[in-house]
C-alpha cells in the first residue's frame, strides 16, 4: 500500500506569516507530486506540482521536493485569511495514472 | 485551461431511484477521468478510473453494478448511481488528466455533486 502522510492539523498561522505544510510519501519510484486547496465543501484546486529536487514558485507559494528523503512542502508566505482552507498532497504511484491523496493538512490564518 | 464542470451541482432522490451525474473536460481532451467521493471532514476516495473508450477500473470495494460509469468521449463521463440508498449521500467529484507524457499525472477537478438520498 503506497502512502501519503500528513499531519491533520489544524496549523494555525497569523496573517503575513509564512505557513509550511509537509507531506512525505512511501513510494520511492513516484517521479510527480502535487498540492492541492480544498475550501470547505468545495472541490479539490490544483495550486502547484514539482518534479524536479529543489525549489519551485509560484507567486506566494513554493513547493520544495526532497527525494531522497521522501519529503515535500508548501510554504505560503504572507499567509492570508483566504488561505484558510485544506492542503492535500497527492503522489502518483509509479508506474500508475491515479493520485495517492494524503488526508489534508487544515491551515488557519488569523487576522 | 483545464476546466472541467459537474452536473448537477445538488440532487436530492428518493430512495431506490438512479441518478445520473456528468463530468465534462471543458477545454481540453482527457482520456482520463476519476471518479471521487468524499464524506464530511474524510479525505478524497477513489471509486473509479474511467478510460475513454474502455470498462471503468473500480477500486476494491465499489461496486461496479451500482456504480456505472461511461466515458463515451474524450470530454464526458458520466457517473450513474443506482438504486441509491441513505448511505450513499455524500459528495460527488470528478476529475480528469490531460493527455500527456507519461509521468504527468496531474488532475483538474470538477465542482462536485452533493448527493442526498432521502
Known amino acids: 500500500q503506497k502512502e501519503v502522510e500528513q499531519n491533520s492539523g489544524p496549523l494555525s498561522v497569523p496573517e503575513g506569516a509564512i505557513a509550511s505544510l509537509n507531506c512525505t510519501y512511501s513510494d520511492r519510484g513516484s517521479q510527480s507530486f502535487f498540492w492541492y486547496r480544498q475550501y470547505s465543501g468545495k472541490s479539490p484546486e490544483l495550486i502547484m506540482f514539482?518534479?524536479?529536487?529543489g525549489d519551485k514558485e509560484d507567486g506566494r507559494f513554493t513547493a520544495q521536493l526532497n527525494k531522497a528523503s521522501q519529503y515535500v512542502s508548501l510554504l505560503i508566505r504572507d499567509s492570508q485569511p483566504s488561505d484558510s482552507a485544506t492542503y492535500l498532497c497527492?503522489?502518483?504511484?509509479?508506474?500508475?495514472?491515479?493520485?495517492?491523496f494524503g488526508k489534508g493538512t487544515m491551515l488557519l490564518v488569523s487576522p | 485551461g483545464a476546466v472541467v464542470s459537474q452536473h448537477p451541482s445538488r440532487v436530492i432522490c428518493k430512495s431506490g431511484t438512479s441518478v445520473k451525474i456528468e463530468c465534462r473536460s471543458l477545454d481540453f481532451q482527457a482520456t482520463t477521468m476519476f471518479w471521487y467521493r468524499q464524506f464530511p471532514k474524510q479525505s478524497l476516495m477513489l471509486m473509479a478510473t474511467s478510460n475513454e473508450g474502455s470498462k471503468a477500473t473500480y477500486e476494491q470495494g465499489v461496486e461496479k453494478d451500482k456504480f456505472l460509469i461511461n466515458h463515451a468521449s474524450l470530454t464526458l463521463s458520466t457517473l450513474t448511481v443506482t438504486s441509491a440508498h441513505p448511505e450513499d449521500s455524500s459528495f460527488y467529484i470528478c476529475s480528469a488528466s490531460p493527455n500527456r507524457d507519461a509521468g504527468f499525472y496531474e488532475q483538474y477537478f470538477g465542482p462536485g455533486t452533493r448527493l442526498t438520498v432521502t
Open positions: 514539482i518534479y524536479s529536487n
Open positions: 497527492a503522489v502518483p504511484p509509479s508506474g500508475y495514472s491515479t493520485l495517492t
